[in-house]
């Protein structure tokens, strides 16, 4: 296999490689951009205009994303894989991922938007660098603009495989894309209603990309991803990258649960009190009248919203943080 298809392997070590560019047997040009990032380009006969970025490692012990995008890189650099597409691989966070930790000083899925420039810190760079790269990456006019950041969650879940679909004013969310992501096992999609600092709100927002974060199951250290079941959603980027994905028509939106945000829940004191188990999966049913959440000045957050769920609930985000997010069912009736 190519050295550049080891890009994990480099990453993990901290090492540049000392070719920056390679080209597969197929003539598919591979190029290391900086630390986590490589370039796939098919030959241009075979280009079928589809800009595609995956991120994993975002969050640094996410690992069965960051397996999943090795598994396709070696595929493509052994001529296994054939891309039609031009592809953006990313690990967000290499020093994280060293370390195997969410985060070393502070979340960089809390950093984009414009967030880094007023935060410091190798974590603020890497945010600015990431929009760099994805923003280069997204700039060649009239092709597809595609992106999957992809993750897995601290705790459990009633539903395992989700979707997060960012939100811009004046713009649907599409139908086609619901329809791909229900294709490729996600058993529900989250519709935001505003706007976010993660980063598939950035590509989405700003680079005018199809985006999405992807939730694949349970954060588990690397080589302990038995559990989280990504043949699916592997299927279908393989499909997506070699230009095979059946038409459109083909899918449907069938089983695919949607929601919409009802309220996020801040934290915005070292006094907030999150009042659920600590073992609570996500998409957990709240009743009306539950008492959620207590913080400073008398702040209490009640369940008013019938049919609600909680998500990512985590009261050990830093103040002024999401803390969690109360979601509602929602229909297909605004999508384009
Ligand atoms: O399990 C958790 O609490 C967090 C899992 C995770 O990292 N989720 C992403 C979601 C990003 C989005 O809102 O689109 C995150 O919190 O950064
Ligand atoms: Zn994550």
Known sequence: MLALG???????????????????????????????????????????????????????????????????????ARGDLKPRARILFLFGNPEAMRRGERFVEQDVNRLFNGRHESSSGFEALRACELERLAASFFSQPDRQRLHYDLHTAIRGSKIEQF???????????????????????????????????????????????????????????????????????????????????????????????????????????????????????????????YLLAEDIAQTRWVIEETGARIIFPNPKVKNGLRAGILIVPATADGLA
């Open 6 to 76: 080891k890009l994990l392997e480099l990453t993990l070590a901290g090492r540049e490689p000392a070719e920056k560019t390679q080209l597969t047997v197929d003539g598919v040009r591979m190029r290391w951009l900086s630390e986590g990032a490589l370039e796939v380009r098919p030959p241009e006969a075979r280009d079928n205009g589809l800009d595609l970025l995956l991120s994993a490692g975002i969050h640094g012990n996410e690992t069965a994303p960051i397996e999943l995008l090795d598994r396709l890189l070696h595929d493509i």
């Open 163 to 289: 979707a997060l679909y960012p939100w811009k004013d004046g713009r649907q969310h599409s139908r086609r894309e619901l329809a791909r992501l229900r294709a490729a096992g996600m058993e529900a999609v989250l519709l935001q209603n505003k706007p976010s600092i993660v980063f598939s709100a950035y590509t989405y927002d700003q680079l005018g990309a199809e985006s999405f974060t992807l939730e694949l199951g349970k954060a588990r250290p690397f080589g302990q991803n038995q559990g989280v079941n990504v043949e699916r959603l592997e299927t279908r980027l393989k499909q997506i990258i070699d230009g095979s994905e059946p038409p459109a028509e083909q899918d449907s939106l069938d089983g695919l649960q949607l929601f919409s945000v009802a309220r996020e829940v801040i934290k915005h004191s070292d006094s907030f009190h999150l009042h659920l188990p600590a073992d609570i999966e996500n998409f957990s049913e709240l009743e009306v009248g």
